[in-house]
């Protein structure tokens, strides 16, 4: 049974830093692409940020790029997402998810997905 628990939200201040994690079981980093998404109250879900490792893929979109840093530890078979310099607009239910191989842009085109975990920046 494949699980992905994501970990590490909760309330910051606007500048501030938080780490996200994304702990799978029952695949393999080496197999399988992970992206974030987060959504907004009233908003689609968006992809953030991809790692695959297996093709060599790091993304992110350009409101967080320079930002957010997307990286993995495959002996803990765990991914990370270090946010920096929050913003209140990045207040939001992040989401890791999993698909084989290819880092994909939309929602549905992911397998797995874990439950989310909140994330919410003050002014």
């Known amino acids: 049974e494949v699980q992905l628990v994501e970990s590490g939200g909760g309330l910051a201040q606007a500048g501030g830093s938080l780490r996200l994690s994304c702990a799978a079981s029952?695949?393999?980093?080496?197999?399988?692409?992970i992206g974030w998404f987060r959504q907004a109250p009233g908003k689609e879900r968006e992809r953030l940020s991809c790692?695959?490792?297996?093709?060599?893929?790091?993304l992110y979109i350009d409101s967080v790029k320079g930002r957010f840093t997307i990286s993995g530890d495959n002996a803990k078979n765990t991914v990370y997402l270090q946010m920096d310099e929050l913003e209140p607009a990045d207040t939001a239910v992040y989401f890791c998810?999993?698909?084989?191989?290819?880092?994909?842009?939309?929602?549905?085109?992911?397998?797995?997905w874990g439950q989310g975990t909140q994330v919410t920046v003050s002014s």
């Open positions: 998810a999993a698909e084989y191989r290819y880092c994909k842009v939309w929602p549905w085109e992911y397998e797995y």
């Open positions: 029952g695949l393999s980093l080496d197999d399988y692409a």
């Open positions: 790692i695959s490792k297996s093709v060599g893929d790091t």
